[in-house]
């Protein structure tokens, strides 16, 4: 791309300035959102005027109820139908940079909470209020606030989708704040979360093959990166390894099965590390590392995602960087909250 055809916008919103690209005349809000810029926006086509902003040099024209304006430096005009042709900088009530979020708390309403099967896991759904959409990336989790101010980290199981939030919560009896979240739950109409935290997102890596392996109910934070993938419409080679003790305990299961019909470019592979002798399996028992290197022997090619404790996170990791794994293509949470010394 050379500099002929491109044009630069330099962005000020708080005192910083952030810049992106624009070719002459095309759309400030299409090129802005390709290259990862979010920004306060409503009708997207020039009515609602929520994206009023200033222009403070250069020289730009955007379509308004009475037709195409130019707009000269001091003057508004709306970002969602502006294009330049010259590089110009403007101020902007709100935007955010690639990767960058603003964590809010807000009382959500707790639509369902349904025992998956004969497992100890939950599906909670809840519901941001009217008019706050929630603001995060696949991959991203939450924090659920108890009435006792306790707070409970949960990988959010769904892309962003509406008011929707996903959660796949295992249940310890034998831990006070376990039961206490589920009472909470069960019992109550609402409950407080704060969102969103984590940087456990996709990653243009540009590798041909992507892996994503989960333990239990990391399984949650692999479900909203695949299903952000299968969206984008992927053309890399995605692989879920699943690990789990027993096959009743892999308690969603249908569900990458079901991508595995749709998507040729999507594998399902469930890893047993518990077989009783009197269970039937056909696929792999063991490590997860172990299958994985069993399935595909080398890594030089491959990103991986990685959900579980921190010891099935470090374990995966390590053993696959020594067949050939970049650690640049390597990304969990884990990595944040449990890091080596």
């Not at 810049?19 to 095309?26: H, L, Q, R, S, T």
């Not at 603001?135 to 659920?144: H, N, P, T």
């Not at 299968?230 to 299961?253: K, T, V």
Request: charged content about 20%; proline content about 5%.
């Amino acid at each position: 791309m050379t500099t002929t055809d491109k044009r630069t916008l330099r962005v000020d919103c708080h005192q910083k300035l952030a810049g992106f690209n624009v070719a002459p005349d095309e759309n400030f809000l299409e090129a802005a959102k390709q290259q990862g810029f979010r920004l306060l926006r409503g009708c997207k086509n020039g009515v609602c005027e929520v994206c009023e902003s200033t222009l403070i040099r250069g020289t730009l024209s955007y379509r308004a109820s009475s037709g195409l304006r130019t707009v000269t430096p001091g003057e508004s005009f709306l970002f969602c139908t502006a294009s330049a042709t010259e590089p110009v900088e403007i101020q902007l009530n709100r935007v955010l940079a690639p990767g960058e979020f603003i964590v809010k708390t807000m009382a959500c309403q707790i639509e369902s909470v349904e025992q998956l099967g004969a497992t100890d896991v939950y599906r909670v759904v809840l519901k941001t209020p009217a008019g706050n959409l929630p603001d995060f990336a696949a991959g991203q989790y939450l924090e659920i606030i108890l009435p006792n101010g306790d707070r409970n980290a949960f990988s959010i199981a769904n892309r962003p989708d509406g008011r929707r939030l996903e959660l796949h919560i295992q249940h310890l009896p034998d831990r006070d704040n376990s039961r206490l979240l589920l009472q909470t739950l069960q019992e109550q109409s609402s409950i407080q979360v704060e969102l969103p935290k984590g940087e456990c997102t996709l990653k243009a890596t540009g590798t041909d093959k992507v892996f994503f392996v989960a333990a239990g109910t990391g399984f949650t934070q692999m479900k909203a990166l695949i299903e952000e993938a299968l969206e984008q419409g992927s053309a890399q080679q995605l692989y879920l390894y699943w690990g789990a003790r027993r096959p009743q305990d892999l308690y969603m299961a249908e569900l990458p099965e079901q991508w595995q019909q749709a998507y040729e470019n999507f594998h399902f592979v469930p890893v047993i590390g518990d077989l009783l002798p009197d269970q039937k399996w056909q696929g792999h028992v063991g490590m997860l590392h172990d299958a994985m290197i069993k399935d595909h022997g080398k890594f030089d090619d491959a990103t991986v995602y990685a959900s579980g404790s921190p010891n099935m996170v470090y374990s995966v990791t390590d053993t696959l960087i020594q067949y050939g794994l970049s650690d640049e293509c390597v990304f969990s949470d884990v990595f944040a909250y449990a890091p080596r010394g």
